[in-house]
């Protein structure tokens, strides 16, 4: 069933971006558009400007909800996505658009089985043990739900849209935790995106920027941040400088400009020296580093979620 206005749905492939309006893709962004969207496919298309283009808005990973609030042209729908909390933008959650194809309204993953999520970069569902592949692309901090036993290595999966489970390898997804992790958990998860490729909007492990990598962090341990680095400060608590231990969060304005940066702090201060683990809009890459001249003096402040 096509999912219609005023009524939840549920994102049913591996990543789905959400638009800042119908008309505003380029042609660049062909294979994100297609039903089964190639994400990898088009991170790797695009050029240095090409990856900032302020169309995309964010992302939505597998089995993400939303509320749909309008149909567009050509199987678009106007949505909020109801895991990305945007109190700016709205209340109920982070406002664009997406395509049609990329969501269900059937949601087989969310009325049953223990919570898992992906705790590798990127995995395939398949449709049975070392079957053939059902949908490939599933990445970091996607949750699902086991359906059942694994079996020789491999565990059955529920997923949006289909009836029948899929199989993921079973090493490839952890229980979801229920309780608050160490920030230094969530500092090597971000770690092990080191040199993944900068996308505004990005929320995936296919390209991602500054406050995704935070994002998606925190949601592999069932954490729930804002979106926006702006509304991440809101959200944390302030903590004076020289405070701040790995994992904490370090927030960058200029003059009288509201946050525009975030990085995750990843070593303890020392001499006034600084280290953090970001998405950098400069080198174009996922980088751990001290901080340069032009980061210290736009720092406004250090973070604690």
Request: aromatic fraction near 6%; proline fraction near 9%.
């Amino acid at each position: 069933m096509a999912p219609r206005p005023g009524h939840q749905a549920v994102v049913q492939v591996p990543v789905a971006t959400l638009w800042a309006a119908p008309d505003a893709v380029r042609p660049i962004d062909g294979p994100a558009l297609r039903d089964c969207p190639d994400v990898a496919g088009w991170v790797a298309g695009m050029d240095r400007d090409q990856q900032v283009g302020d169309c995309v808005l964010t992302q939505l990973l597998l089995g993400e909800p939303v509320l749909v609030t309008g149909a567009g042209p050509d199987g678009w729908v106007r949505v909020v996505a109801l895991g990305q909390p945007a109190a700016k933008l709205d209340p109920r959650g982070y406002p664009g658009w997406l395509r049609a194809a990329h969501l269900t309204t059937t949601d087989a993953a969310g009325r049953s089985g223990p919570a898992l999520v992906v705790d590798v970069r990127r995995t395939t569902l398949h449709l049975a043990p070392d079957g053939p592949t059902a949908l490939a692309g599933v990445v970091l901090g996607t949750r699902l739900r086991s359906a059942g036993r694994p079996t020789d290595g491999w565990r059955p999966v529920r997923v949006p849209g289909r009836a029948d489970p899929l199989w993921a390898p079973e090493g490839d997804l952890v229980p979801l935790p229920t309780e608050w992790p160490e920030a230094k958990e969530v500092l090597a998860v971000a770690e092990r995106l080191r040199d993944l490729v900068y996308v505004w909007g990005g929320l995936s492990t296919d390209g991602i920027d500054c406050s995704g990598l935070v994002q998606l962090a925190w949601r592999r341990y069932g954490v729930l941040l804002p979106r926006d680095a702006d509304d991440q400060a809101e959200a944390t608590v302030a903590l004076a400088l020289d405070d701040e231990r790995p994992g904490d969060l370090y927030f960058f304005a200029r003059p009288g400009r509201r946050i525009h940066h975030v990085g995750i702090v990843s070593a303890e201060p020392h001499g006034g020296r600084r280290r953090m683990l970001h998405a950098c809009y400069l080198t174009r890459r996922v980088v751990e580093e001290e901080l340069p001249a032009d980061r210290v003096a736009t720092l406004v402040g250090a973070h604690r979620v």
